[in-house]
DNA sequence: TCGGCGGGGATTGTTGACAATCTTGTCGCC
DNA sequence: GGCGACAAGATTGTCAACAATCCCCGCCGA
């Protein structure tokens, strides 16, 4: 889906981009806020042609929307929005786990286990925060075993879509207890090289992720 | 995933990225061959401004790729990127097939059943281009039905980076007798609201349809 | 006081020119 | 005759200026 763009790292068109994503994505610029391109030529000293290509990259990606006259806005996601955007990364990433139990080797089934034990350990200390980057590894390590570069790219775009849900989600009390036996199902069936058992572990993992997302509106939601 | 672009339609950036889209898609430019920004100047009558952004619009749509410096080419879809595309596109159709289940109304129950009379008709009188136009459209009307704007944008993306071996996939002999019976299954779990049979039979069409691109390459696949 | 109507400022859309880079063809040397 | 360096041409990358458009604000009349 989206392009290679390892061809032009390092200049000044990439840079904007990639800095603008970065701040984007950190949250600097709010959903629905206006990106002037005089604001953005100064921050990223870039010309605005520069500027311009990024913004355009960046709607390509659906962070950014552009309006003809009307410049260029942070994308709002709504939750009805955000809720197809997680149904479409379950079934997406119910394929990479499904792939990534053919193809796991013994190595990458050990590093799998290690997260999961780590996993624990930081649900029972409380460390959320950790065990949130834990989980970003997971599945990260999950992607990177199952080698499908597709599949990757589309998860990577629908999940940059959704930062300042997933955001909301860790805050959500009682949340890693749920997952936790989740994550351990899904490291199980890849260990036993079970396709068929990964790809529905993931399913019913993201299942509940849209649960919680469709509750969190429900107790007063984004801004 | 693509960003909605119904607010410029009409504009010469529109036209230009249109038009390109239309004549790649159309098999105009081949797999490979430069796309020389002069010479789309001149063919849509565009300034190179105009030119470049739509060649940026269509390297995210994955169906150029650009270089720095070295110009853009027409993106070469290998075999295996091409099964991959078709791996996602089956978990893809799958949600909307289980989507469209749940949504569909009668009258669209009808609709869905009239294309499977024609189809079952085309392909007794060996009509397998009016087939495969019934294809396409049974597709789209289940993706109507599904109403699922994430999931279509997707779908829609990375079925231009397939048009190629699409084309090819409608020559093979036997095809339409393969496909039309799953075609049958697929309507019909979709008539009686079963979400997840319309999920399998979708998923059991796409994934005879990698095993069929599999077999062209076999065969003296793509130049 | 409220609603329509310009005017001015801000912002984006577009163009053409110039600079940097790559490709190709040729020449000279080994 | 083959190989590498060089130069010319072609192509893309970047920029700054100009034109078009929109939005907000104050003004006027009912």
Redesign the interface.
Known sequence: ????RE??RG?AAAQARDGLREAILRGEYLPGERLVEAQLIERFSASRFTVR?AL??L????LV????NRGAHVRKVSLE?AV??T??R???E??IAARAAERVTGEQAAELSEIGRLMRAAVADGEYRAYSDLNQRLHALIRRIAG????DR?VE??RGQLVRHQFMLSLLPGRPQTSLPQHERIIAAIGQRDAKGAENAMREHIASVIEALRSIDSLGGPA
Chains 1, 2 share one sequence.
């Open positions: 889906m989206l392009p290679d061809k032009d200049t290509a355009q990259d709607a390509g990606e659906g929307q552009m309006e003809r929005e197809e955007i149904e479409v379950m079934v997406v119910g394929l499908h570069g597709t599949a589309i775009t629908l």
